[in-house]
């Protein structure tokens, strides 16, 4: 069953706009990640956050993490257009084997 | 480095069919993993390897065969193919950094069973 579930299912916003996505999931985890699928491609890592950090920066990404809650929140600044993917949560409660989420997807238009 | 690959990209099948889908990567990563990706479901885990000699089952393993007898190559077999099965299937790898795994994955086989 799936652990993760995206909200909200689909996000259009201006070019230059900030985008923020959540991430909810059900048992306790030893780290959670976000993952960008472009259309017709394969997942590609984005960051990594562990259960003991609060708050993760790469670039123009900022991911939170929040246990008490059991909920991740991804934030896109300035998006461009080509952050136009489909975003995935995915955390690893079981060891290795990861569950994904069914996904956020992201229209940045010009 | 090529990273994971995946042939073939696209495949047609008729019900009742086998075949088997190739994962190959070549970053000497220990795990390696098949999900299937269908509309609105996100990635559901089928088989996965802890390494060479060592598979076990996912989220929805029925009808599907894995093994693993290098570290290089993990194939996915379909036994006996159904209209279920379609999907895309992607293969992954990854490697324990301080218990984290970040997952390469490969571009995908879109599959159609008829």
């Known amino acids: 069953s799936q652990q993760g579930e995206e909200d909200p299912q689909a996000l259009s916003i201006q070019e230059g706009e900030n985008a923020t996505m959540n991430c909810s999931y059900k048992?306790?985890?030893?780290?959670l990640q976000w993952y960008r699928q472009n259309s017709g491609r394969g997942l590609v890592h984005l960051i990594l956050?562990?259960?003991?950090?609060r708050e993760k920066h790469s670039g123009r990404l900022r991911v939170t993490l929040d246990t008490s809650k059991k909920s991740s929140s991804l934030l896109i600044t300035a998006s461009r257009a080509a952050d136009t993917a489909s975003y995935f949560c995915?955390?690893?409660?079981?060891?290795?084997?990861?569950?994904f989420g069914a996904g956020t997807t992201v229209t940045v238009r010009a | 480095n090529a990273g994971v690959t995946q042939t073939p990209k696209f495949q047609v099948l008729k019900t009742g069919q086998s075949m088997t889908l190739q994962c190959a990567q070549d970053?000497?990563?220990?795990?390696m993993s098949w999900y299937r990706q269908d509309p609105g479901m996100g990635l559901r885990l089928i088989h996965y390897?802890?390494?060479?000699?060592?598979?076990d089952q996912g989220e929805v393993p029925n009808g599907y065969n894995v093994s693993r007898s290098t570290t290089e190559d993990f194939p996915l077999r379909l036994l006996s193919a159904a209209p279920s099965q379609t999907s895309v299937y992607f293969c992954?790898?990854?490697?324990?950094?301080?218990?984290?795994?970040?997952?390469?994955f490969g571009p995908g086989t879109r599959l159609t069973v008829t």
């Open positions: 048992t306790s985890i030893n780290n």
């Open positions: 956050i562990r259960s003991n950090e």
């Open positions: 992954a790898s990854s490697y324990s950094s301080h218990g984290s795994y970040e997952q390469y």
């Open positions: 390897s802890v390494g060479a000699g060592i598979t």
């Open positions: 970053m000497n990563h220990e795990y």
């Open positions: 995915a955390t690893d409660a079981d060891d290795y084997k990861l569950s």
